[in-house]
């Protein structure tokens, strides 16, 4: 991807947040045209909301598919995000903060990843098929667990808990606390951008190269787990896109960790925006879990990624 694709992708990026802005049920209904307030009030603070979580996504994505050595790793698919459910509901229950809880589960979720992929990363291999069905039982194991937190939840916050877990922008109001967490987790990996190069040859290699293999990997880690983690607090559990910005990126030749990572945290927060835009005004003035309709974009690209990957 040149410079002038970048550019494109840049103004795609302005413009599909410039229409989140000024697209809305009201303007949809004709019900009075823009309102100032309505704008600044309501929907900047969530386009901000949406924007951050989706960046901080696809950072998360990145990492765990550097960390893994594999190009389907997904902070959602490989149960991280289910783990930082977990933890944010237990904490909502135990009346503690929902942003440690959800840090903890996800760091724990993390670390039985890491734990339980150690021998393939190990052997020098992908093993895609045995890692990807490991992070698919860790999902099992967190999506049970929080079904069984919800018939303990009481009434009055059920819904909102239901609503909250499938993914739900509408009540985000700490947005700029995920813009300068993804500006935050950008910058370091574009600091590290060679060791994460060299990280994606193999331990082996980078070894053989000087790097610390086992401190990156707890690196990588620790920034894949706390963006999941920040971005499950103030949105819920969204899929796909970790999954989905960093491969598209790669399928349109973006190679390099210093260009993939503001890129994706780029689409990330484009990608997430455009689908809280379809989630808000597809059926309006009626509104959709955005994380369904994520799960609705990222599932047939996922499908598509394993055909191609069988081909």
Do not use: H, K
């Amino acid at each position: 991807m040149d410079l002038t694709d970048q550019r494109l992708t840049l103004v795609a990026a302005l413009l599909i947040a410039g229409a989140a802005l000024l697209i809305g049920a009201a303007l949809l209904l004709g019900s009075g045209g823009l309102d100032a307030q309505v704008i600044l009030t309501l929907r900047a603070p969530r386009v901000t909301a949406a924007a951050g979580v989706g960046a901080l996504l696809a950072l998360s994505g990145l990492a765990m598919q550097v960390l893994l050595r594999n190009p389907l790793a997904d902070p959602y698919v490989l149960g991280t995000s289910g783990g930082a459910a977990v933890g944010a509901l237990l904490a909502l229950l135990l009346g503690l903060s929902l942003w440690l809880g959800a840090a903890a589960g996800a760091l724990l979720a993390g670390a039985v990843l890491l734990v339980l992929a150690r021998s393939a990363l190990a052997e020098g291999d992908d093993a895609s098929a045995r890692l990807i069905l490991t992070g698919a039982m860790i999902a099992a194991i967190t999506g049970a667990t929080t079904t069984l937190l919800l018939t303990i939840t009481p009434d009055e916050y059920l819904r909102g808990a239901i609503f909250w877990l499938v993914g739900d922008l509408s009540g985000a109001q700490q947005g700029w606390v995920c813009v300068l967490a993804a500006v935050v987790f950008t910058l370091a990996l574009t600091l590290r951008a060679r060791s994460v190069d060299r990280m994606l040859l193999g331990s082996e290699a980078a070894a053989l190269l000087g790097e610390p293999v086992r401190r990156r990997r707890y690196e990588l880690l620790l920034a894949a787990s706390l963006a999941a983690a920040i971005a499950v607090a103030t949105a819920g559990a969204i899929g796909f896109v970790g999954l989905v910005v960093p491969q598209l990126l790669r399928f349109a030749g973006v190679q390099r960790t210093r260009d993939l990572a503001w890129m994706s945290a780029l689409g990330g927060g484009a990608l997430l925006v455009a689908a809280d835009l379809a989630a808000r005004t597809v059926v309006a003035p009626m509104e959709l879990p955005v994380g369904a309709v994520m799960a609705l974009i990222g599932a047939p690209l996922f499908i598509g990624f394993l055909l191609r990957g069988s081909r």
